[in-house]
């Protein structure tokens, strides 16, 4: 079946720094992709859709200039989380395809 | 896309089939019955979808009432690896891509 791979699958980091998040489609290509979010013990929340070569599209909350989605390629979309605080530490999870093919998930944590 | 309702917990003897229940009772025609789910710490894994009539693949079977407002995800011998958060999803289409909606899942705990 269709892999997606993330990386890196777990990142620390210091109040105020900013962390770039990949999700790469690795045998298939991809003109959309899904990156959401989830908090410990809750469900798997919708952040934005990414389209290859054009901006993505944020779901209601989601702020745009914090969460910066780049999708340059069919294979690769990332995702920064600008000057995270402690409240952004969560589980991004992204998703690739037609399918729906989803990533390992990013485990992020901000001290 | 249509809201689906699922039990929050259910225990199954591991050997045992683990019959999923999930309500859509809004569901349109062009949805689809999407099944995933969550190990701890993991990304979703897709099992199983279906348009109206059953499924079956080699991880489960899917059953999807003749009204298409329930359907039922069986995981026929179930075992310990098993143990998840089983989501149901209802999704059209919009755009190029399916969008998926998830609910609060049901915890399947597959007991030894």
């Known amino acids: 079946g269709a892999v997606v791979s993330q990386h890196p699958s777990r990142v620390i980091c210091k109040s105020g720094t900013s962390v770039k998040i990949e999700c790469r489609s690795l045998?298939?290509?991809?003109?959309?992709m899904f990156w959401y979010r989830q908090f410990p013990k809750q469900s798997l929340m919708l952040m934005a859709t990414?389209?290859?070569?054009?901006?993505?599209?944020?779901e209601q909350g989601v702020e745009k200039d914090k969460f910066l989605i780049n999708h340059a390629s069919l294979t690769l979309s990332t995702l920064t989380v600008t000057s995270a605080h402690p409240e952004d530490s969560s589980f991004y999870i992204c998703?690739?395809?037609?399918?729906?093919?989803f990533g390992p998930g990013t485990r992020l944590t901000v001290l | 896309d249509a809201k689906t309702t699922q039990p929050p917990s259910m225990d199954c003897a591991e050997g045992r089939a683990a019959n999923l229940p999930c309500n859509h009772s809004?569901?349109?025609?062009?949805?689809?019955v999407y099944w995933y789910r969550q190990i701890h710490s993991q990304g979703p894994q897709y099992i199983i979808h279906?348009?109206?009539n059953n499924e079956t693949n080699e991880m489960a079977s899917l059953i999807i009432t003749e009204d298409r407002k329930s359907s039922t995800l069986i995981l026929p011998h179930a075992t310990l690896r098993d143990t998840a958060v089983y989501y149901c999803?209802?999704?059209?289409?919009?755009?190029?891509?399916?969008?998926?909606?998830f609910g609060s899942g049901t915890q399947l705990t597959v007991l030894p």
């Open positions: 998703s690739a395809s037609f399918e729906q093919f």
């Open positions: 990414s389209n290859e070569g054009s901006k993505a599209t944020y």
């Open positions: 045998d298939f290509q991809a003109t959309t």
């Open positions: 809004t569901i349109s025609g062009n949805e689809y």
């Open positions: 279906g348009l109206k």
């Open positions: 999803i209802v999704s059209g289409m919009q755009g190029s891509a399916r969008q998926l909606t």
